[in-house]
């Protein structure tokens, strides 16, 4: 895909995204993957953190019509589901894999409704640092399945984070790209920010005509 100098390019969801970003300051990018991938795109694209710590889904869906339509976006990208396998083992709280899937479908029909915008979802991911993180992998991989199904279904371009850390933790280690298994180091970051680069195919303006972004009545 091309970009040109008027898309805007928004990314929404949970403490991977979000990376301490200032929430006061709409410019802010935070420290991980999307301040990287702001910086590797070849012109000065308009580019929008919307991610927030400790989200599950239904929370990304209960602020979509705000923090995303109400933006106007012509690309999209979703990173969401780490927080709803972590807390069936923390506090004891189920996301239901089929609830799951289909508040994704939900948030991605509504912006096939409402916009032009092109979309990318990345899978979630985990590179366990103890046994009982092994464990986790009987509720995301399920759960990853389902955002492939639901990616699949909506046309959204996948950006396979999880195989792309499984691949650098075969070199560097887990805990060199994710040290709590789940927040990614600078370099775990980097391995997302390239994820995501190569499926987007970030390209210099020239391409076909931009996308139009949210149109609201």
Known sequence: MRFTRDDRLLFVGDSVTDTRRDR????????????????????????????????????????????????????????????????????????????FEASLGRV?????????????????????????????????????????RTAAAHGATVVRTDLALLGAAGVHGAAALAPDGVHPSPLGHRVLADAWLAAAGAGREGGPPRLRGCEHD
């Not at 916009?115 to 759960?143: G, I, K, N, Y």
């Open 108 to 148: 991605l029909t509504l912006t096939a409704k409402t916009c032009a915008a092109r979309l990318f979802v990345m899978t979630p991911f985990l590179l366990p640092v103890s046994p009982e993180q092994e464990r986790w992998h009987e509720d995301l991989s399920p759960r990853t399945e389902a955002v492939l």
């Open 24 to 99: 006061a300051d709409p410019t802010s990018l935070g420290e991980g993957y999307v301040r990287m991938i702001a910086e590797a795109l070849p012109f000065p694209a308009t580019v929008v953190n919307k991610g927030l710590d400790g989200n599950r889904v239904h929370d990304l869906e209960a602020r979509w019509d705000t923090d995303v339509l109400g933006l106007a976006p012509s690309v999209v990208t979703v990173l969401i589901g780490i927080n709803d396998t972590w807390r069936r083992y923390d506090r004891g709280l189920i996301s239901p894999v089929p609830e």
